[in-house]
């Protein structure tokens, strides 16, 4: 099997958990990312999803200490430009009847391929993301103004990450805005993950 | 913005309602899709995701028949050669601790994220793929002997699209293992989404 662009790009893709709070994501990176979650497939083709991109560096600082506040290992959200807001609409519809029907809610699903066609065009785009999800949902949605009828699912952060002694990362590259992939990323080994055999099953279990 | 590889594979991909039945999808294309789920990020690395491909013809339609029975919508199902059962492990952990305490199953999100992988995967080797929601998960436990402790959370099903009139689509691509993306797909249209603006957020709601 040939390697890919795509299999390069998902290992390329890490929780980045060190951003270059100097370096501003541009408004057109944060549009084609939302854009790249919005073309995303979703049950009955609801798209469930809202994303709200909080550059605002006050609104992201109450964010960090009011709903993220003690948890030691979220601190880095604080240097990320960008922290998007996932939420889901959790309204009555055929596919919520079938969520209850089925105790499966899809919306979460839907929510998990969309945030991850944002983190991979992210990924493309030179950028670092990391999903969050333990927060304090409640806090979220007062700071937010966020109104009922819509869930906070995850927090995403993003921006470019911090250079580091190699210093052969996207990061370096400032000024591009849609750095090649190939280069091979030294630092960004994909994370330990179960062998192939162990989670591939052949025709039943 | 430039146009993007990634965008470009992600407008590729569509719901596929019409697999060309006879056009068997190599071992090695099923095993590359499932590895780019395997690299999927998910809460705290838990890797909580099973895939099941289902081959065997005998197997494909006991589920289709028995665990799809009575949804018309589904019928094309029968068609593709390949059909994913997409599990995730529900025991007690920290995650699972996580998730009864801020009630958002993260495992569900896990698996619209690797599932997004497979499918991105499988729309770059020319493949069409369908996201199920709706079965009967008892039924399917059942016939692929699923231990307790692992739920189905939906299926994929995966092959070549049948050919149609004009041709031009990535099924007359029979022997090439990688086809270029880069051809446009005019029989895939984007389907119809909601408006950027009005999933896109800046700053508050």
Redesign the interface.
Known sequence: ??E????N???K?K?ERSYDSGHEVAD?????M????????S?S?R?P????????AD?RKRICREALGGIVANKFAFEAPVIFILCTETGFSAVKV?EIV?G???H??????A???L???AA?LGMGTC?I???N?KKIKKI????KG?KV??LITAGYPKLRNEGNGPGKAKGA??PEISTPEKRDP?????P?NS???????
């Open positions: 099997m040939t890919s662009y795509f299999m790009l998902i290992k893709r929780s057109g990176c944060i549009e084609s939302v854009e790249a979650a919005r073309l995303a497939p049950a083709n798209q999803w809202h994303f709200i991109a909080v550059k605002d609104i079938g089925k499966i809610p899809y979460l699903i839907d929510a998990g391929i945030g991850e066609h983190v991979l065009r493309e999903w999800g333990w927060f949902g937010l103004n966020i109104p819509i699912v995850s805005s849609v994909v994370k330990k993950r179960k192939l989670i591939l099953h052949w025709d039943k279990w």
